[in-house]
């Protein structure tokens, strides 16, 4: 069965501090597809990275990056010199070839808190 | 991305009544979904809206509760039928193109049933 775990409920950074949001997820499917969206406090959901499962490559937009390594089955997500404006919910999702790629699992999410 | 919209942006009903939601996409899309998202809780898939079939729906939810109709390619509705206070939630539609495993998603519909 397919899960995404996001251990870290709640976090609170300082502004300009560096933070890490942790993703681990579990699948049998050989192809799927790993995802972070972002949910401000507005509510509307922004999809913000697509990872497929046979490109390890990391991958950095401004002061966003995540790190996959399937070793670990992990997809962490990095923003670099924090900004008020990342005060959000951040979630990580899974989908699976074999079943079409149709359902997006979410995790819980980690609320982010940017202290100004 | 294609827009998404969707009616009502919120609404409060009361215990028995039934809603329709609207999800308009300002482009033909091939896929749409529609999600709940209960209060502080994470997304989960209600059903596949099929234009011109049935919807396929997800476990635990079915076409008595959730009726939901896709009538084009940039169209859908869904209702929250009989509705109790464990209806009560944030309820979205994405889409989706073949070639492109990503959904974007409405600004959702925040439902509360009194």
């Known amino acids: 069965a397919q899960k995404v775990t996001q251990a870290q409920t709640e976090i609170s950074v300082v502004e300009k501090e560096d933070v890490t949001l942790d993703c681990v997820y579990e699948?049998?499917?050989?192809?799927?597809?790993l995802f972070w969206y972002k949910q401000p406090p507005s509510g509307e959901l922004v999809f913000l990275i697509r990872?497929?499962?046979?490109?390890?490559q990391n991958e950095i937009s401004g002061r966003y990056s995540w790190n996959f390594q399937k070793s670990t089955s992990s997809f962490n997500f990095t923003i670099t010199a924090s900004q008020v404006v990342d005060s959000a919910v951040y979630f990580c999702?899974?989908?699976?070839?074999?079943?079409?790629?149709?359902?997006?699992?979410f995790g819980t999410g980690t609320r982010l808190t940017v202290i100004p | 991305s294609a827009v998404i919209s969707q009616k009502p942006s919120r609404d409060i009903c009361q215990r028995g009544t039934s809603l329709t939601i609207q999800c308009q996409v300002d482009?033909?899309?091939?896929?749409m979904f529609w999600y709940r998202q209960q209060p502080g809780q994470s997304l989960t898939l209600i059903a596949t809206?099929?234009?011109?079939?049935?919807?396929?729906?997800e476990s635990g939810f079915v076409i008595d509760k959730f009726p939901i109709s896709r009538p084009n390619l940039t169209f859908s509705t869904l209702t929250v039928s009989n509705m109790s206070p464990e209806d009560s939630s944030i309820y979205l539609c994405?889409?989706?193109?073949?070639?492109?495993?990503?959904?974007?998603f409405g600004p959702g519909t925040r439902l509360t049933v009194t």
């Open positions: 699948t049998r499917d050989t192809t799927y597809y």
């Open positions: 482009s033909q899309v091939t896929m």
């Open positions: 809206a099929n234009q011109g079939s049935e919807a396929t729906y």
């Open positions: 994405s889409t989706r193109e073949p070639l492109a495993y990503e959904q974007y």
């Open positions: 990872r497929n499962s046979f490109d390890e």
């Open positions: 999702a899974l989908s699976e070839a074999q079943t079409g790629a149709n359902n997006l699992f």
